[in-house]
């Protein structure tokens, strides 16, 4: 079975730009949270999406916005970057909002 | 922040079973003990959770103290494909509407040697 899949693997990005990330999750999981890690530290919570409604919102500015489709994948927005959102954004999905997660490989993201 | 506390980094022999730690002490009587660990440059991966008891699936097994303010995740038989960074992570049972996440620390780096 396919699993969680995420495009596209790298990015490279201007400051002041924006940039969309695309998650697709498990056949059947109806559940998309995204994560950021930058070098060096765990990943850190940014949305949790369950039934195409937000459920749960880390510390992130606004210019950090998802959404989750019928099909259930999700896309991260993130406008107007700057040097400090360079990292891994990695995607995971659950059946339902409580059952384990389980991650996708990743976008890198670089900021110049 | 994190509410577990695990060593930096530990070695373990190829063969050997990999033991690692984490303390948990501020834990609730309705929060789990996860574990993932992540392989250089990928995406975290689900090792296995618990509430209570012992469990024990086909990658490890996680024992839970009596008091519930630890627990070690054991890899029976470590080998070169277990290095990565193990996390160890407590979240609630229920959160009602909101959200599930996972607060990830900096985790244990195990590193097996040949």
């Given at each position: 079975?396919?699993?969680?899949?995420?495009?596209?693997?790298?990015?490279?990005?201007?400051?002041?730009?924006?940039?969309?990330?695309?998650?697709?999750?498990?056949s059947?999981?109806?559940?998309?949270?995204?994560?950021?890690?930058?070098?060096?530290?765990g990943?850190q919570?940014?949305?949790?999406?369950?039934?195409?409604e937000?459920?749960?919102?880390?510390n992130?500015?606004?210019?950090?916005?998802?959404?989750?489709?019928?099909?259930?994948?999700?896309?991260?927005n993130?406008n107007?970057?700057?040097?400090?959102?360079?990292?891994?954004?990695?995607?995971?999905?659950?059946?339902?909002?409580?059952?384990?997660?389980?991650?996708?490989?990743?976008?890198?993201?670089?900021?110049? | 922040?994190?509410?577990?506390?695990?060593?930096?980094s530990?070695?373990?022999?190829?063969?050997?079973?990999?033991?690692?730690?984490?303390?948990?002490?501020?834990?609730?009587?309705?929060?789990?003990?996860?574990?993932?660990?992540?392989?250089?440059?990928?995406?975290?991966?689900?090792?296995?959770?618990?509430?209570?008891?012992?469990?024990?699936?086909?990658?490890?097994s996680?024992?839970?103290t009596?008091?519930?303010?630890?627990?070690?995740?054991?890899?029976?038989?470590?080998?070169?494909?277990?290095?990565?960074?193990?996390?160890c992570i407590?979240?609630?049972?229920?959160s009602?509407?909101?959200?599930?996440?996972?607060?990830?620390?900096?985790?244990t780096k195990?590193s097996?040697?040949?």
């Amino acid at each position: 079975d396919a699993g969680v899949t995420q495009s596209p693997t790298h990015l490279i990005k201007t400051r002041g730009q924006q940039v969309t990330l695309r998650c697709s999750p498990i056949s059947g999981h109806k559940s998309v949270s995204w994560y950021q890690q930058v070098l060096g530290q765990g990943p850190q919570f940014i949305f949790q999406y369950y039934e195409k409604e937000e459920r749960g919102r880390g510390n992130f500015p606004d210019r950090f916005s998802a959404r989750q489709f019928p099909n259930y994948s999700s896309e991260l927005n993130v406008n107007a970057l700057l040097l400090g959102d360079s990292a891994l954004y990695l995607c995971a999905s659950s059946l339902d909002r409580g059952d384990e997660q389980f991650f996708g490989p990743g976008t890198r993201l670089t900021v110049l | 922040d994190a509410k577990t506390t695990q060593p930096t980094s530990m070695d373990c022999a190829e063969g050997r079973a990999a033991n690692l730690p984490c303390n948990h002490s501020t834990i609730s009587g309705n929060e789990y003990v996860y574990w993932y660990r992540q392989i250089h440059s990928q995406g975290p991966q689900y090792i296995i959770h618990g509430l209570k008891n012992n469990e024990t699936n086909e990658m490890a097994s996680l024992i839970i103290t009596e008091d519930r303010k630890s627990s070690t995740l054991i890899l029976p038989h470590a080998t070169l494909r277990d290095t990565a960074v193990y996390y160890c992570i407590v979240r609630p049972t229920y959160s009602g509407a909101g959200s599930y996440q996972l607060t990830f620390g900096k985790g244990t780096k195990l590193s097996v040697i040949p």
